[in-house]
């Protein structure tokens, strides 16, 4: 499996800002995903990070709130704009390989927006 | 959308005691996955089931897929304190991308020793 570290581990934001968030796996992979998951819920995803193209978004979830790069294989950022306090959640990336569909997640980013 | 309905919630028992928690998907699945979430920790994967009536065991751990492929379950024998932790299954149906997953709600294990 990929070591998959994320930046920062946890932050406390003012509402209005936004946060720019880093994945980095010390593997190329093919997936890339970008998870939320508010506390004591489950895993919801926002958007797969596509390497060299825009991200593909799932319903509910929008470039403009959730910009996402993903300039190579083994590194993305998803940025979190203009935060609200409902945006407090945990932001998870997750890899894979392409012939599968197993999942390896980093160890999360913690955002608390004031 | 698709959903995976996961049951229960919230599971507490004495250490010792059996666990189970089942996942339900109205259309049949591709393949479900497992991952367990210790507290403050991010989910790691457990296992995977693809065939149809599929079991798979991890030592005190047991996975199965339902014969129509819509539910599955994990059953651990004689809990331990070190199986705390919220165990989510991860619904895959055919004609989605790669790794493009849905989890369900999770079940919490509380173990008391």
């Known amino acids: 499996s990929a070591v998959i570290s994320q930046k920062p581990s946890r932050d406390i934001c003012q509402r209005g800002t936004s946060l720019t968030i880093q994945c980095q796996v010390d593997?190329?992979?093919?997936?890339m995903f970008w998870y939320r998951q508010q506390p004591g819920q489950s895993l919801t995803l926002i958007a797969t990070?596509?390497?060299?193209?825009?991200?593909?978004?799932e319903s509910g979830f929008v470039i403009d709130k959730f910009p996402i790069s993903r300039p190579n294989l083994t590194f993305s950022t998803l940025t979190v704009s203009n935060m609200s306090p409902e945006d407090s959640s945990i932001y998870l990336c997750?890899?894979?390989?392409?012939?599968?569909?197993?999942?390896?997640f980093g160890p999360g980013t913690r955002l608390t927006v004031l | 959308g698709q959903q995976v309905m996961q049951i229960p919630q919230y599971q507490h028992v004495q250490e010792g005691e059996d666990f189970t928690t089942y996942c339900n998907s109205s259309?049949?699945?591709?393949?479900i996955q497992w991952y367990k979430q210790r507290p403050g920790g991010h989910p790691v994967f457990l296992i995977q089931?693809?065939?149809?009536?599929e079991v798979k065991k991890q030592k005190r751990l047991t996975f199965q897929f339902g014969e129509a492929k819509k539910n599955s379950s994990l059953h651990i024998t004689a809990t331990q304190t070190t199986d705390v932790g919220t165990y989510f299954c991860?619904?895959?149906?055919?004609?989605?991308?790669?790794?493009?997953?849905?989890f369900g709600q999770g079940t919490i294990l509380t173990v008391h020793p």
């Open positions: 997750s890899v894979g390989k392409s012939s599968t569909d197993t999942q390896y």
């Open positions: 990070a596509n390497q060299g193209s825009e991200a593909t978004y």
């Open positions: 593997s190329q992979v093919t997936m």
């Open positions: 991860a619904g895959k149906w055919g004609g989605t991308s790669y790794g493009k997953l849905t």
């Open positions: 089931l693809v065939k149809s009536g």
């Open positions: 259309t049949t699945l591709s393949n």
